[in-house]
């Protein structure tokens, strides 16, 4: 049966199914044919490495038939692996039932990547629209790739977020997603001013804030009156929403200030100093004492200049004496 099986293949053009998309195995494979000794055994290896092929591309076509740049690589990685250790475990030549093993071995591998990639990566976006690059496992060119919304819309909901007055707000718009989007799309953020639960705004209540590559918008020193409805729109330059989300931003005022009362020192009790105030009597009590201190001081002073003239004339006159006598 494997023989014809084999002789209907070899009629069919081998097909590229991700796998065999990568430069580095199809030389792997066409290494490997050539390796063996006869000619005869380079075409039965290479009818099963064209059997190959075809079931990669039914393993490719039955899960959505594309695969992405980062799960080829994991799967061909993995396999290159696998089929290095087969030529090392190889005795004498090729043999065609572990040729036929390694091959199936890939296909698993192929299918255990794509299942991964499929089941998680291939439409992340469990809101809003994404358009991504991915390589067709059949022509092994790239493509695009649309990933509805799961919602059928691009709003994605509304977040509340609760401030203070003179605090900070950060609107965060990214998701892991974002980063797939082919192109270059923007963030664009507006604002429709006024308190919550008071009325839905309309289109025309938004006023544009920024656009920006970044995907968070950080408000600063708050006050009451910059609460509202900030959105966030992921777009491309032709006006594309891919993505859209709404922040219900609410501003508590800060608490009255409470003044603190004085603090009222008692007074200081007022001293009478009446009576230590110097009475009449005393006072002229002490200008008689101070005029008698300076008299006595003057008359003594007086008699101390006066001993002290009669003596320098005395010395004088007895100078002169005793020039004379000489």
Not at 36 to 54: F, N, R, W
Request: a negative charge.
């Amino acid at each position: 049966m494997l023989l014809m099986l084999l002789s209907l293949l070899c009629c069919i053009p081998a097909a590229m199914a991700c796998l065999q998309c990568d430069r580095t195995i199809r030389v792997l494979h066409e290494d490997f044919i050539l390796s063996a000794p006869t000619l005869s055994d380079q075409i039965e290896l290479e009818k099963i490495t064209d059997h190959a092929y075809v079931t990669y591309r039914e393993t490719s076509q039955a899960r959505k038939g594309v695969i992405d740049p980062s799960t080829l690589y994991r799967a061909k990685t993995e396999y290159e692996s696998e089929f290095d250790r087969f030529l090392n475990s190889m005795r004498t030549g090729p043999i065609t039932h572990d040729t036929i093993q390694i091959m199936e071995k890939g296909r698993g591998i192929l299918e255990k990547h794509l299942d991964a990639f499929i089941h998680d990566g291939l439409c992340p976006n469990k809101c809003g629209f994404l358009n991504r690059r991915v390589m067709d496992c059949i022509s092994c060119r790239y493509k695009i790739y649309i990933c509805p919304s799961p919602t059928g819309q691009q709003d994605c909901g509304e977040y509340p977020i609760e401030a203070e007055e003179g605090g900070q707000a950060v609107l965060n718009c990214f998701r892991p997603w974002h980063p797939l989007l082919l192109g270059k799309p923007e963030y664009h953020y507006s604002w429709s001013p006024g308190a919550l639960g008071t009325q839905q705004p309309d289109e025309s209540d938004f006023a544009a804030l920024l656009v920006t590559d970044e995907s968070s918008m950080v408000l600063n020193q708050l006050h009451v009156t910059e609460q509202g409805t900030y959105r966030c729109s992921l777009q491309d330059r032709n006006g594309t929403i891919f993505y859209q989300v709404a922040f219900l931003l609410s501003v508590a005022p800060l608490p009255p200030q409470t003044h603190q009362p004085l603090v009222t020192l008692p007074a200081v009790p007022r001293r009478d100093y009446s009576r230590l105030q110097p009475t009449e009597e005393l006072l002229l009590s002490l200008v008689a004492m101070v005029i008698v201190l300076s008299v006595t001081a003057s008359v003594g002073l007086a008699v101390v200049l006066r001993r002290k003239y009669i003596l320098i004339v005395r010395r004088k006159k007895g100078t002169e004496e005793e020039k004379r006598m000489v």
